[in-house]
Every structure is written in C-alpha cells, then in structure tokens.
C-alpha cells in the first residue's frame, strides 16, 4: 500500500525559506516510472502543480516558480524535500505531495495517490 | 501553456441521476494525458480517470471518462451521496500540467 505524508512548519515569515518534507512508503524512488509530484492549493482555489522529481532524478518544475523551487530525494530514507525561496503570503495554503505513475518511461504522469497535505501560512 | 476550462461551475443535482462535467483543453491536448479528480471538504484529491477514460483502481463504473481533442467529460451515472464533491480534471501531457478550476457538485 502507498503511503506518503507531508511534513513541515505551519508559520513561516515573508522573505523566508520554505523547506517541506514528503516522507513516502509502498513504493521504491529508484523503480523506473516512479516519481512524486508537489501540488499546492490555496484557500478556496483550483489545485497548481509545483514539481516532481523522477526515478532517475530528473526534476520538472512550473516556470512561474522554477527559480524559487527545489526539489531533492533521499532514495535511502524514503523521502523528498522540496525548498521554496522568497515566501509571500500568496503561498498560503495546504501543499501536497503525490505518487505519480503514467506510461512505462514516461515523464508525462498522474498523481495517483496523494498524502494527506499540509497547510503553510506566510505572515509576519 | 494547456489551460483548462470546467463548466459548468456548479452543478446541483439528486442522488440518482446523471452528472455531466465538462473539460475544454486550450490548445488540443492528446488524450493520453487527461485525469479526473474528485475532492471533499478537508481531504485531498483522489484519482478517478487517468488517460481520459481509464478508471483508477477502486473506482465504480458509475465513473466514466471520455473525449478527444479539445473536449472532454465525466459522466457520473446514477449519484450517490459520497459523489458531491469539487471535481478538477487535470492534464499531464505538456509542462506546465496544469488543472481546471473545478466543477462543484452539491445536491440539489
């Protein structure tokens, strides 16, 4: 069974550094077609996809926020980390991470399990 | 950029009859790469199509997908009370993947 949680602090401050943890269970970050995506959804609003980060660590990442993301696993302890710079409080809301799978070799993937989110608000 | 329009924006029915949710993709998407969600108050997402017509693992056939191009839809047959939710469809098919603004669903 597929599991994953999302981990990290509730409060961060304008200007800062967010940094989420996805700690994940079921399924390998090295079997091939595997990979794990970041969705966000701010209060009230339509999901945005954010990231994933594959099987063989190649990383896809939203242009509007590529150069604030970062996305890394730990193959070793089951777990993806994803930083965000410059947080505004247009971040706030609850982020999710996801098990994404799709054709055999594919980078075009689904989420098909998704963790439970967490909730993130940007205030001074 | 793949946007996509969901219409209508809520869509009030009675447990029992059909739901038909529409998907428009802006420009043509292919229909590998097109997924239906559904979401309750509190919860996460949950995969119900993947591929455009391909139902996720558990999901009834009251479910099903379709469409091709630029059009696609989600029927739901027969409503139960566990289907009123917000629904997003979803490509994956060209970066940014990128998600409809939802269609809500409530009984009627």
């Known amino acids: 069974q597929i599991t994953l949680k999302e981990s990290g602090p509730t409060l961060v401050k304008p200007t800062q550094t967010l940094t989420l943890t996805c700690s994940f269970s079921g399924f390998s970050l090295t079997t091939s077609g595997v990979g794990v995506a970041w969705i966000r959804q701010p209060p009230g609003k339509a999901l945005e996809w954010l990231a994933t980060?594959?099987?063989?660590?190649?990383?896809r990442y939203n242009p509007s926020l590529e150069s604030r993301l970062t996305s890394t696993k730990d193959t070793s302890k089951h777990h993806v980390v994803l930083r965000m710079t410059s947080m505004d409080p247009v971040d706030t809301g609850t982020y999710y991470c996801?098990?994404?799978?799709?054709?055999?070799?594919?980078?075009?993937?689904?989420?098909?399990?998704w963790g439970q989110g967490t909730t993130v608000i940007v205030s001074s | 950029e793949i946007v996509l329009t969901q219409s209508p924006g809520t869509l009030s029915l009675s447990p029992g009859n059909t739901a038909t949710l529409s998907c428009r993709a802006s420009?043509?998407?292919?229909?590998?790469?097109l997924a239906w969600y559904h979401q309750k108050p509190g919860q996460a997402p949950r995969l119900l199509i993947y591929?455009?017509?391909n139902r996720a693992t558990g999901i009834p056939d009251r479910f099903s997908g379709s469409g091709s191009g630029t059009d696609f839809t989600l029927t739901i047959n027969r409503l139960e009370p566990e289907d009123f939710a917000v629904y997003y469809c979803h490509q994956y098919g060209n970066s940014p993947y990128t998600f409809g603004q939802g269609t809500k669903l409530q009984i009627q």
């Open positions: 996801a098990h994404t799978s799709g054709i055999r070799g594919s980078y075009r993937q689904y989420m098909d399990v």
């Open positions: 420009p043509i998407l292919s229909i590998k790469y």
């Open positions: 980060i594959y099987w063989d660590d190649q990383r």
């Open positions: 591929g455009t017509s």
